[in-house]
């Protein structure tokens, strides 16, 4: 990947987790956890929901495999716990630690231009979303009705600049499309390179 620059760090909001379920009767609850270390939700001091209006500062039980078994502050008993089921919990991104080099929060990516290599405008990045088979750009296009989603390989995604607000993609070949022309003065010998 070629990053021209760091991403900006500014104020807006890193989704860390969701709230699945009330857990037990003493107000634990159940939360999928979005960060590498699944207790490390617990480090970033008070999260927020997603309309930023309501504050949850948590304490981690245990982890499990379905997720991390917290205590929110102020939350006593199941009765308390049942409503937050579903709420997405956020941090402001300057409270997480910088990413090393060559390396970006998928957070950063949304709301960057897209690209085609020619230079052709493309849409804008809405997100990047995991379905279980690879990280996929989520690409919003002007005049259509949904969006599109790009594999985030070396590959289809060559480029991310940051200092012009800007990735280059190349979309993948769909099945049925004839394949491009192969640049006859491209050596077979090239490696392969891929991010996936």
Do not use: C, W
Not at 6 to 16: D, E, F, Q, W
Not at 147 to 167: C, H, M, Q, W, Y
Not at 178 to 188: L, N
């Amino acid at each position: 990947m070629s990053d021209q620059s760091k991403p900006p760090t500014t104020a807006r909001r890193i989704l860390l987790g969701q709230i699945a379920s009330a857990h037990g009767i003493r107000g634990e609850i159940l939360v999928r956890t979005f960060t590498g270390d699944p207790a490390a939700i617990a480090t970033y001091g008070p999260l927020s929901d997603k309309s930023g209006t309501r504050s949850f500062r948590l304490k981690i039980v245990r982890v499990t495999d379905k997720g991390v078994i917290a205590r929110v502050e102020g939350v006593a008993d199941r009765t308390a716990a049942e409503p937050l089921k579903g709420t997405e919990l956020y941090v402001e991104r300057s409270k997480l630690p910088p990413p090393a080099d060559d390396e970006f929060y998928h957070a950063d990516l949304v709301g960057l231009g897209v690209e085609l290599e020619d230079g052709t405008a493309y849409g804008i990045v809405r997100a990047v979303v995991n379905f279980g088979a690879g990280d996929l750009v989520e690409v919003s296009r002007a005049g259509l009705p949904s969006s599109e989603l790009i594999p985030f390989t070396k590959a289809n995604v060559p480029t991310i600049d940051f200092s012009v607000g800007r990735i280059t993609i190349v979309p993948p070949v769909m099945v049925g499309e004839p394949e491009p022309q192969q640049d006859q003065a491209a050596s077979a010998d090239d490696p392969l390179i891929d991010r996936g």
